[in-house]
C-alpha cells in the first residue's frame, strides 16, 4: 500500500506538491484550534484583560507554537501563492520572477521569525 502511495506521488508532475499542500493543512487546523482555544480561556479568566498581558501570556507560555504554526502557515501560503502564480501568470519570465519573490518573501519571513523566537 505504502509503495503504490509513493509512486503515485513521484510519477504525478504536481501530485507531490498537492500531498504536502494537504499535509501543512491537516497540521495547521488542531494547532490554531489549540491557539484559539488557549486564547479564549485566557480571555475567560481575567477580569481586566489588558493587551500587554494578554500578549504576555501569548508570547511566553505558546512561543513554540507560534513559532511552529507561523512557519507552517507561510510554508503554505507560498505553497499556494505558486500554484496561483503557475496557473493564471501567462508570461515566463514573470512567472518565474513571480515565484522567485514569493521564495525569498517566505524565506525572509521565517528568517525575521526565527530571531524574534530568540528573544522569547
Given at each position: 500500500m505504502?509503495e503504490?502511495?509513493?509512486?503515485?506521488?513521484?510519477?504525478?508532475?504536481?501530485?507531490?506538491?498537492?500531498?504536502?499542500?494537504?499535509?501543512?493543512?491537516?497540521?495547521?487546523?488542531?494547532?490554531?484550534?489549540?491557539?484559539l482555544?488557549?486564547v479564549?480561556?485566557?480571555?475567560?479568566?481575567?477580569?481586566?484583560?489588558?493587551v500587554?498581558?494578554?500578549?504576555?501570556?501569548?508570547?511566553?507560555?505558546n512561543?513554540?507554537?507560534?513559532?511552529?504554526?507561523?512557519?507552517?502557515?507561510?510554508?503554505?501560503?507560498?505553497g499556494?501563492?505558486?500554484?496561483?502564480i503557475?496557473?493564471?501568470?501567462?508570461g515566463?519570465?514573470?512567472?518565474?520572477?513571480?515565484?522567485?519573490l514569493?521564495?525569498?518573501?517566505?524565506?525572509?519571513?521565517?528568517?525575521y521569525l526565527?530571531?524574534?523566537?530568540i528573544?522569547?
Amino acid at each position: 500500500m505504502t509503495e503504490k502511495l509513493l509512486h503515485f506521488i513521484r510519477t504525478k508532475s504536481g501530485s507531490m506538491h498537492w500531498w504536502l499542500q494537504r499535509f501543512l493543512a491537516i497540521l495547521l487546523a488542531p494547532i490554531i484550534l489549540y491557539l484559539l482555544f488557549d486564547v479564549a480561556i485566557y480571555i475567560g479568566q481575567q477580569s481586566d484583560p489588558t493587551v500587554m498581558m494578554f500578549l504576555n501570556r501569548i508570547f511566553n507560555h505558546n512561543s513554540i507554537f507560534i513559532f511552529i504554526t507561523s512557519v507552517i502557515l507561510i510554508w503554505h501560503v507560498r505553497g499556494g501563492m505558486e500554484v496561483i502564480i503557475e496557473d493564471y501568470v501567462h508570461g515566463e519570465k514573470t512567472r518565474i520572477v513571480s515565484i522567485f519573490l514569493i521564495r525569498v518573501i517566505a524565506i525572509e519571513i521565517m528568517e525575521y521569525l526565527y530571531k524574534c523566537s530568540i528573544i522569547f
